[in-house]
């Protein structure tokens, strides 16, 4: 008796292959259409279903590198000048709080402080900027009634922050035509400087409102209705709430940090 050979259950198991991801849309010819023609771009913007908001968030990371670079120079005059008196008492300090006294002083001339703190803080404050406003337009237009995907939520914050690359490009120009840092932020000159309490908290909220800051809550305005497909007075409710918000939210830091320099002035050296 001969035994047939049995047919072989194991079968080869081609490679799975991996799925090609799609290049990266940069669409750069948006961004002349969002300044000059936002309705036409509005669309477009909208149309997508893939996230499309990279370009104008790297162009503004870009633009905050070269404010930062070209100001160094003039943070560093400002800052030689400020620490260019000793302090109070300061022949009785001890040898070694002389010396930790000039270290701290050099090392605020150092590129740390001059280049790569400014330039990790603004470049982080645009990237916290369309991340909350995102995060808390989206809730409140879902809130509302809408189902707005939170990547188009996302698309059309960032390009809707194309104003403020304006408002660095006018940064650069006016550092490197003045060598000055500008004046103070927003509306924050229509409170003094040396503001206290509640009124350090509103300033800090009238520094975040300028021309650009504007600019750039119009654009989010004109595109709630067609974005959420709410009523305008439900879309514009939901918006100028969360415009509210966020500009409460950017006041924080700002505030907490009057209150750490109030308590490390008040503390001993």
Known sequence: ?????????????PVAKKPRRDPIAWHFDWIPGILTKPRATFQKIIA??????LTPL??????????????????????????????EGFQYWTDE?????????????GLMFMFVFPLLKGIAGYWALWFFFTSIWHLAL??????VPRVKASNFVA???????????????NTLATKSLGAAPGLSSLLPADAAGFM??????????????????????????PLSKLKKSKALAATLGTVFLVLILSAIPSLLGAWLSAATSNASF
């Open 1 to 13: 008796m001969t035994l047939e050979n049995e047919p072989s259950t194991q079968t080869s198991n």
């Open 48 to 53: 997508q279903e893939k996230p499309v908001w």
């Open 58 to 87: 790297l162009l503004i990371s870009l633009l905050v590198l070269i404010s930062a670079a070209v100001a160094v120079p003039v943070r560093t005059q400002l800052t030689q000048s400020e620490i260019g008196e000793l302090p």
């Open 97 to 109: 709080d002389q010396a930790k006294f000039f270290q701290s002083q050099e090392n605020k001339l």
């Open 142 to 147: 879902t809130l509302t009634g809408a189902r």
């Open 159 to 173: 390009w809707a922050m194309l104003p403020f690359t304006v408002r660095l490009l006018v940064q650069v120009i």
């Open 200 to 225: 350090t908290f509103l300033r800090a909220v009238l520094a975040a409102i300028d021309a650009y800051w504007v600019w750039f809550t119009v654009l989010i305005l004109l595109a709630a209705a």
